[in-house]
């Protein structure tokens, strides 16, 4: 069979009619954009039709974590507004959470209350067009209120109160709503790059140039965790995280044609993720479906906008949000118009730059 040259293409389940066609063993699943990229591929894996690819489906379904309904606990009273366009024509916002207790991502029944607090947040915007998103990272020292606790650093509120809390605080925060929920393991960091053979990510030559750095898994993990060799420290951090994302999202798009390291890459994804009950199957792939025309540059990578760093009262180092930018950026999200921001605020906005430090 002629492989299909479009992700529609790819995404159709088999169609039992046709005897020839070889679809199979798997499927998409977790976060939004990467999925997206190459879910459909694996619809290309040699396999026994229907019953095949249904059973693989529900293979990667059952990988993933199932966080018990997060939002149920959040007071609806306090929770901003719905879009006033439901269902596939509407924005999507997901709050992704990455830690290093690997409680969350390996069970998240065992979360405790103090035990643990997320090392990474991030706000990832699907616009309602589907033809871009924004990854916005908040950072984990960020000095904001909690509800019921007064102020905080952010990454407390899960350590408070595990994913209602956290979801209720950046929605406080932000004022925007919140669709889904999902957390991960650093360790996911070495899993997923090793499925696709590793990625490169571009970094400083030493000679006032740059060099597209091949990484493993492990050495992808060290390029993500350090911070204390970094002059920006924690803010370098975050965006070698992003860069790290970035370099996920490109490699996965560049493997389509590669059915196997496809496979690879969604077992790994679906392994390490936990996500909210109301990410079904059928929403990723709605939302798959949604994003397939979107490129790597369509995503925009950046850090909310913070004044810089200080001191709490009771003497913990803390980062300050400039709120004169960071709320109309919020703003902007909530009303689904974040390329538009971005456009006007230039030099007021820290997108990951091409070259990361």
Do not use: C
Request: aromatic share 6%.
């Amino acid at each position: 069979m002629a492989a299909p040259d479009r992700m529609s293409d790819l995404l159709a389940p088999p169609n039992p009619v046709d005897g020839d066609l070889r679809h199979a063993r798997r499927a998409p699943r977790s976060r939004g954009f990467v999925a997206g990229l190459v879910v459909g591929a694996l619809l290309l894996v040699g396999g026994g039709g229907v019953a095949a690819y249904y059973a693989y489906r529900m293979s990667l379904d059952d990988n993933l974590e199932r966080i018990e309904d997060p939002f149920a606990n959040v007071d609806p009273s306090t929770r901003p507004s719905a879009p006033a366009v439901e269902g596939p024509t509407a924005p999507v916002n997901i709050l992704v959470l990455g830690s290093d207790s690997r409680i969350s991502a390996g069970d998240p029944t065992q979360w405790k209350a103090g035990a643990q607090r997320t090392d990474a947040i991030m706000l990832v915007h699907l616009a309602a067009d589907r033809k871009s998103a924004a990854a916005i990272s908040i950072p984990r020292d960020s000095w904001v209120p909690i509800p019921g606790y007064g102020e905080a650093k952010i990454n407390a509120a899960f350590s408070y109160g595990g994913p209602a809390l956290m979801i209720q605080t950046v929605e406080n925060l932000t004022g925007v709503r919140i669709d889904h929920f999902a957390v991960t393991d650093f360790e996911s960091f070495k899993s997923l790059t090793d499925s696709l053979d590793g990625v490169e990510i571009t970094v400083p030559d030493g000679n006032g140039g740059s060099v597209r750095q091949a990484m493993t898994g492990e050495e992808a993990l060290a390029f993500a965790r350090e911070r204390y060799a970094l002059a920006n420290g924690d803010f370098g951090r975050v965006q070698r995280q992003q860069a790290w994302m970035r370099a996920i999202v490109a490699k996965a798009k560049n493997s389509m044609g590669e059915p196997v390291k496809m496979a690879s890459f969604l077992e790994a994804i679906t392994s390490s993720v936990a996500v909210d009950e109301g990410l079904t199957f059928d929403k990723i792939q709605e939302l798959v479906m949604g994003t397939q025309d979107m490129a790597t540059n369509d995503i925009t990578f950046m850090t909310a906008p913070y004044s810089g760093t200080g001191r709490s009262a009771d003497g913990q180092s803390i980062v300050v949000l400039d709120r004169a930018v960071f709320d109309p950026l919020m703003a902007a999200v909530a009303k689904d118009e974040v390329p538009k921001f971005v456009e006007a605020n230039p030099d007021a906005m820290d997108v990951l730059p091409a070259v990361v430090q």
